[in-house]
């Protein structure tokens, strides 16, 4: 059964559109977890526009499933998570100007720094995912750093229509299929929302969706508890 992971860093830009206190990620993932996530997601950014410090301190000590930390593979990150030690880690690419993750990490031309950085990450008891596109050679390259998953980024697939997202798709799951075959665990998550979920879904072969906007969005208007519940329904129900 895949699981499903919640990302609340939008409950954390809530909070930081009036600088105040609410609403707090840390209860906000209480509520997603008894509403049967099986994970929790945050992205500690460079730039701390969301989730704060603080966040990521508080939820190691009280997310009962586990805790998924994203962040750069920059050396003040490394640190910090090897302080907090999270169950795992996303390293993902990072761009002060963008609004959300625009792409995979560039795992191929990265080889040496990723290798060092894993290495420190996995030598704390971390294990460590490498968010990246849907291509074989990135999929080679994050086996070659050794890392123990890559979670597959689905945001061309969700943004595509018609054929285009019918040819996204097949590199998405060409993509489960060679990252299995490399040895390593293989998630998914970005854009991900109730409807475009299913057909990758069908696809089989993902053992965890991340999944955060999508959610948040639907959690304004019904409730955070019943968002995450219709999503659990479809992700245990693959």
């Known amino acids: 059964m895949a699981k499903l992971g919640v990302n609340v860093d939008h409950i954390a830009t809530i909070r930081q559109a009036r600088g105040g206190t609410e609403p707090d990620p840390v209860s906000a993932a209480a509520i997603a977890e008894l509403a049967g996530a099986d994970g929790i997601t945050v992205h500690l950014r460079e730039d701390r526009r969301h989730i704060q410090d603080r966040d990521v301190m508080i939820l190691k000590g009280t997310v009962k499933t586990q805790l998924n930390l994203e962040m750069a593979a920059t050396d003040e990150m490394v640190a910090i998570a090897m302080k907090v030690i999270p169950d795992y880690v996303t390293l993902v690419p990072e761009k002060r100007q963008e609004l959300t993750t625009e792409g995979g990490l560039d795992v191929a031309k990265n080889i040496q720094h990723l290798t060092k950085q894993i290495e420190l990450l996995q030598s ?115």
Do not use: W
């Open 124 to 238: 704390a008891g971390i294990m460590v995912s490498l968010f990246v596109d849907p291509d074989l050679e990135q999929l080679k390259a994050s086996a070659q750093v050794k890392a123990d998953c890559v979670e597959i980024h689905t945001g061309s697939y969700c943004e595509a229509k018609g054929r285009e997202q019918t040819a996204e798709l097949a590199k998405i799951e060409d993509a489960i299929k060679a990252g299995r075959k490399l040895g390593l665990c293989v998630n998914a998550g970005h854009g991900l929302n109730y409807q475009n979920i299913r057909p990758v879904l069908a696809l089989g072969g993902v053992e965890e969706y991340n999944i955060g906007h999508s959610i948040i969005s639907r959690a304004v208007l019904v409730g955070l508890d019943r968002a995450v519940r219709e999503m659990a329904d479809l992700v245990h129900g693959s």
